[in-house]
Nanobody
């Protein structure tokens, strides 16, 4: 079994910062891409940021220059540093990992349970 556990969400005033963390544990052979998605009420889940095993990153345009994704491969963790937060960043943030549970196994996507980020207007 594989588990992804997020932490670090909360309520922060506009202009403030939060740091999200996600730890993957269980039967993991290797993790390819890790990422953060978010889903606001009444909206579809969207990719916020992703990072490859080698450190290549990509971001949705609305967070470029404000959010930074990073990972610790040795600890199977991914982080999202969120600065200059805006009310439109309010959403449930989900951690995602594309990983293999054994050598040669198919790559599957796994999800965390989500953590709420609220930025009041």
């Amino acid at each position: 079994q594989v588990q992804l556990v997020e932490s670090g969400g909360g309520l922060v005033q506009a202009g403030g910062s939060l740091r999200l963390s996600c730890a993957a544990s269980g039967s993991i052979f290797s993790i390819n891409t890790m990422g953060w998605y978010r889903q606001a009420p009444g909206k579809q889940r969207e990719l916020v940021a992703a990072i490859s095993y080698g450190g290549t990153t990509n971001y949705v345009d609305s967070v470029k220059g404000r959010f930074t994704i990073s990972r610790d491969n040795a600890k199977n963790m991914v982080f999202l540093q969120m600065n200059s937060l805006k009310p439109e960043d309010t959403a449930v943030y989900y951690c995602n990992a594309a990983l293999q549970t054994a050598w040669g196994a198919r790559v599957y996507n796994y999800w965390g349970q989500g953590t709420q980020v609220t930025v009041p207007s």
